[in-house]
């Protein structure tokens, strides 16, 4: 394994089955309540034990979640009435404390790493996808207009929670979503993971929770090779993120569910491409097919409409793996725990998704 010369980007990770009680919130945190900022999604104060947890800090922020949450038009409002709530000073030695998804967690990161020039951040995600990923590595970001994570900082929390309790009220569509995050760390660090995947009955949810800490790890592996994205490997998390970001934008599915999709889409082109063999290829698509209950295209497009080339072309350009105007970097694989960066034309991703059916002739 190649080490790093950078600074670790890992956080102290802590598997809890419910939110600490008011005498473990010091040890638990490492801050007294006064001390800390919660800042939450509104929509988990309708879980039982939330809003109770909640009561504990004197200081405290409820947030719509989303993207709208993270439209750069909008931080300077939510900083001033979150100023507003700490009344004239901030606590001495304060911190944040991130509570919901991965769209709180780029939100409170972000405003964690420039709020007096950065204070501790705690994520405590309450959605899969964050409690495997975005919660880990550091990224924090905003959107600016349509573009996504356009501007943000690398600043990883000093410790992320996870609390099981809190992962139970999660709906079918979301779990399909943490899913497909899932699927995509088994294909890029394949192995005893990418195995255990394809051995794995999918029908409780208890599954997607005895994969978080392995998840994590091969998060972490990828994160540690290069952790500020200079040396490229931090692009193979990307992997399904091309296609996948598109019909985030375009048919608002769910972050994961398209990553799904995208999963697919870099798995078949791979394939067409003569870098995977047919016998991965095949158990590739079965394991991200079966793994998260994604619709074929052509289901898909019983209930949806077909993008134009113009459409896509103009989500493309938006993306941050684009290289130039005509190029974009393509996560591909050769095998399982084998990702694989490519630059390719924006031409051939788009005969490649007329292929595939993704777009209309
Ligand atoms: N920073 C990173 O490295 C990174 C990596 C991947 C994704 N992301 C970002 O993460 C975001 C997507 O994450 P997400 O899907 O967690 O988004 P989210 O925060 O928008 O949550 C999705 C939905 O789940 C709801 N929710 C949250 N917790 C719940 C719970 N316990 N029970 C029921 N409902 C709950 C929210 O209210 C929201 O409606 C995107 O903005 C994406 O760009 C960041």
New binding site residues.
Partial sequence: MKTSKFPSLRSQVLFLEDLPGIKKISLVLGFEPEQIVVIY?K??YA?PNVKAWLKKFPLSYGVR???KL?DIDYFPLHLKKIMKVMGPSAPQNMCFVSL???????FVGFLASIFKRGVPLIHIP??F??AM??AH?G???LNVGTV??QVGSFYPATAVLIIQS??Q???KK?LQ?AAGELMKMGLIKGGELGSALQGQSKEELKWLWDFLPQAIEAKYEVVERDPFETQGERQWLNLGHSLGHILEAHYGL??GTAVAHGLVFSIQWSFHRGYLKAQDTEDMLHLVREGTGISSPEEFFRQNKKMSLKQMSKYLNQDKKRIDRSHLSFVFLSGWGRPMRRKVTQESFFTEARRQGWISF
Avoid at 100 to 106: H, R, V
Wanted: a neutral charge; charged letters at 20%.
């Fill in positions: 999604d929509k988990l879980h979640a989303g993207e993270k919901g998804g991965g769209s709180l967690g780029d309450t959605t996808l964050a990923d975005s590595g990224k924090t970001a996504k994570n809190l992962l009220t999660l709906s979301q979503s769910a972050h």
